[in-house]
């Protein structure tokens, strides 16, 4: 059972390559983000399935860390990372898609899930209670996380 899905789009102003980078940049995720105060990273190599990384943020309403693992990964056009929050699993999915006939442009979408079928009975009550409030400030800070990224993909592309 899904209890949120999110669905968000941006065209940003860079070839997927420069995008891919900076949406993989666990290492510098709390200057990049907003949301984000600290991120450390678990394991070494290449960001790929596999990779975990510790970030504290605020998610689907919620301040603290989390860990996050990368289940699905095909550079540089998508990636499915989760995290679990209680008895939840949060998925997001970025998918990019080059735009232009040089393919300078990249249309980055994030779908983020909320599943929720490890719920107790308690948890889904309190679910029917204050669930809007939670998906109105998730939207909002992965709306946030989308600008930041646009501005440091403008960033890197001017410094480029």
């Not at 940003?12 to 980078?21: H, K, N, R, S, Y």
């Not at 990779?51 to 990636?79: D, I, N, Q, S, Y």
């Not at 232009?100 to 979408?109: C, F, I, N, P, S």
């Not at 994030?110 to 309190?126: Q, S, W």
Request: a negative charge; aromatic letters at 8%; glycine letters at 6%.
């Amino acid at each position: 059972m899904a209890a949120h899905i999110i669905y968000l789009n941006v065209t940003l102003p860079a070839p997927p390559q420069v995008v891919w980078d900076v949406i993989t940049d666990v290492d510098r995720a709390d200057e990049i983000y907003r949301s984000v105060s600290s991120s450390e990273l678990l394991t070494e190599g290449p960001y790929d399935v596999g990779t975990v990384w510790r970030e504290k943020r605020t998610l689907f309403g919620h301040h603290g860390e989390e860990e996050l693992h990368v289940v699905e990964c095909e550079a540089p056009r998508r990636a499915v990372v989760d995290t679990r929050l209680g008895h939840d699993t949060v998925r997001t999915s970025y998918r990019l898609t080059p735009l232009g006939t040089d393919q300078d442009h990249t249309r980055l979408a994030m779908t983020t899930r909320m599943i929720a079928t490890d719920r107790t009975a308690l948890e889904k009550l309190a679910w029917n209670f204050f669930g809007g409030f939670s998906y109105d400030r998730t939207r909002r800070m992965l709306r946030h996380d989308l600008d930041d990224v646009e501005a440091e993909v403008k960033r890197r592309t001017l410094a480029g």
